[in-house]
């Protein structure tokens, strides 16, 4: 069974910063890319970051792009997002999720599908 499940979530201010989680179980990640994706009330689900797992390429969006930095550690199959220079609208449900592809991440709308992905961290940021 694969399990998904990010931590690291938590109130903060303005200015500050972050490092979310991802632990995976279950799953030999190889050949796989994992992303972190977002919603914040009322709007729709955006990808924010994603990285090969057994490789260097990266994408961020351009909204988090000079201020966060994805990075794994393989042996603990863990993903990690660190958050700088935090801003309000930075607030949200955090998600991790595990794909084939990094444009499932890149191009995400309210209809894409993901198969494995966690519950959620909260990040808020007050101003």
């Known amino acids: 069974q694969v399990q998904v499940v990010e931590s690291g979530g938590d109130l903060v201010q303005a200015g500050g910063s972050l490092r979310l989680s991802c632990t995976v179980s279950?799953?030999?990640?190889?050949?796989?890319?994992l992303g972190w994706l977002r919603q914040a009330p009322g709007k729709e689900r955006e990808g924010v970051s994603c990285?090969?797992?057994?490789?260097?390429?990266?994408y961020y969006a351009d909204s988090v792009k000079g201020r966060a930095t994805v990075s794994r550690d393989n042996g603990k199959n863990t993903l990690y997002l660190q958050m700088n220079s935090l801003k309000p609208e930075d607030t949200g449900m955090y998600y991790c999720?595990?794909?084939?592809?990094?444009?499932?991440?890149?191009?995400?709308?309210?209809?894409?599908?993901?198969?494995?992905w966690g519950q959620g961290t909260q990040v808020t940021v007050s101003s």
């Open positions: 279950g799953l030999t990640l190889d050949n796989y890319y």
């Open positions: 999720a595990v794909v084939v592809t990094c444009n499932t991440i890149i191009y995400m709308t309210p209809r894409t599908s993901l198969r494995f």
């Open positions: 990285i090969r797992w057994s490789g260097d390429s990266t």
